[in-house]
């Protein structure tokens, strides 16, 4: 299946602590995953993935969505299909403990967390409903098994 153009901007804050997240998100890798998270009726996505520090994830969280803590990923979409554009900020600490206590690579969950962000940036949403979660998550797993990566839910 041909993927839709995608125009990538892959940031990270200015921190000493994005070395292993660099290493883990090479720019290449970052497209894979979020162009295989792109639904058919995607013609084209702009999308920004932003690495950021605790401190940023949490204001970010806090401004935004009025909770007062850094979670792992925040989607801030602009528009769906035909053309998706987004911004998935990504909370490098919390994703590497998550991560560690859930004893996978680093890698294997940002590329979960790049799935989820993209879904949600074309309208998936796992909090509408019971139904609407196991949709999301199957085809988060679907997507993540024909990357070669492990299911997260089970």
Known sequence: MCR???TLSLQ?????????HRAALPR?????WVRAALDDNVQAAEITVRIVDAAEGQ?????FRGKDYA???LTFGYSGAPVVVA????CAPVIEREAAELG???ADHYAHLLVHGTLHAQGWDHETSDADAVAMEAREAAILLALGLPNPYQ
């Open 4 to 6: 839709p153009p995608l």
């Open 12 to 20: 990270f804050a200015r921190s000493g602590e994005m070395t292993p």
């Open 28 to 32: 290449h890798r970052v497209a894979r």
């Open 59 to 63: 204001q970010l969280n806090r401004d």
């Open 71 to 73: 979670t792992n990923v």
């Open 87 to 90: 911004d998935l900020v990504l």
């Open 104 to 106: 996978k690579p680093l």
